[in-house]
């Protein structure tokens, strides 16, 4: 008798697990990400040339903890909500769909599906726990270009440290208004009281106006994604009250020169991304006061290479990105399908 190929195989005992109503993690869900996925999200590890690969996005998917530790990756029962689920299901030309173009076809229907079912059901592991992080030195101040052991890389991560302590924790019920929507609220770490919001999947319901919502916790935001989002000028004096916003995304908005103006109150800014923004050179040189500011990005907008060199001149190191070299998204959030670019 001839054997039926891999996937026919792995493709009958699929379905047969969805018809009994449960799906091993171990036998069909780990296949698919070992093959399509872990190669970009493993768990951080030395390479053969000494450097620290960290994952990307911060998303891990070769161990349990990675994939529950990072929330909203998984919302258990409720695969529509989980931005795993969320990204593999994006239209094949959306930016944000996973796998990215460059790696290949998206997932087939039938792994989509499976994934959904695992998750739907409740997302159990089994007795698989995966990979333990490998144990890494921190570099020594005379390690050049970061080699072995250069955990973060990040100056921005430091300023999260420091700007955390002696922040209270807002109050429970305070975050239980921002269960329902349009805005993704969580913390940037287990025991930190700053805040990372997003509202991937409502891009298109949140403006101006909707921007005032987040003023009880404006001083808590660290981390701010609003790309896509139909938000303009007049919504940057809110976000010009987040004393202690350290990375700030408002590509593909409606934002120009007053409202990039308006930032140069977030004196703790390190990253800003205004790709595709309408901002020139005036909104540029509104920035000079921000000192602290390592990265930013201008692909598409009107900003001249002077005004770039005048920016630099005044804030020693900023790296000041022209082309599409663009930052990844914060992956923190979920909700429904992303529209296209």
Not at 80 to 100: F, N
Not at 149 to 161: F, M, T
Not at 200 to 213: P, S, Y
């Amino acid at each position: 008798m001839r054997t039926l190929p891999f996937t026919v195989l792995f493709l009958a005992s699929s379905l047969l697990a969805q018809a009994k109503g449960s799906v091993d993690f171990q036998k069909q869900i780990l296949p698919i990400f070992e093959a399509r996925c872990v190669e970009c999200h493993s768990t951080a590890h030395a390479g053969p040339d000494g450097k620290l690969k960290k994952p990307k996005g911060g998303v891990v998917l070769d161990s349990k903890e990675g994939i529950t530790g990072k929330k909203g990756l998984i919302v258990a029962k409720n695969a529509d909500t989980s931005a795993l689920y969320v990204a593999i299901t994006l239209p094949a030309d959306d930016e944000d769909r996973m796998p990215p173009e460059k790696k290949g076809d998206p997932l087939s229907k039938e792994q989509a599906a499976l994934i959904k079912t695992w998750i739907d059901e409740g997302a159990a592991f089994g007795s698989w726990t995966g990979k333990k992080a490998e144990p890494i030195a921190a570099a020594k101040p005379n390690d050049k270009d970061g080699k072995v052991g250069k955990v973060s890389g990040k100056p921005k991560v430091d300023a999260i440290v420091r700007l955390q302590e002696g922040v209270k924790p807002i109050a429970p019920a305070t975050l239980a208004t921002f269960a329902e929507g349009p805005f993704t609220v969580v913390s940037v770490g287990d025991e930190s009281a700053l805040l990372s919001v997003s509202c991937r999947g409502n891009n298109d319901t949140v403006d101006d106006a909707m921007l005032a919502r987040l003023a009880p916790i404006a001083s808590h935001i660290c981390e701010l994604d609003l790309s896509r989002t139909r938000v303009s000028d007049a919504g940057c004096k809110e976000i010009g009250q987040m004393v202690r916003l350290v990375n700030l995304d408002l590509r593909q908005t409606a934002v120009g020169n007053q409202g990039v103006a308006a930032l140069a109150t977030c004196k703790e800014l390190r990253s800003l991304n205004l790709f595709g923004t309408k901002v020139g050179d005036y909104g540029l040189a509104a920035l000079a006061t921000l000192k602290n500011l390592e990265q930013l990005y201008v692909w598409q907008t009107e900003v001249t290479a002077a005004a770039i060199v005048r920016l630099r001149d005044g804030i020693p190191g900023l790296r000041v990105v022209m082309g599409p070299d663009l930052p990844e998204p914060m992956p923190e959030g979920a909700g429904g399908q992303r529209r296209r670019r």
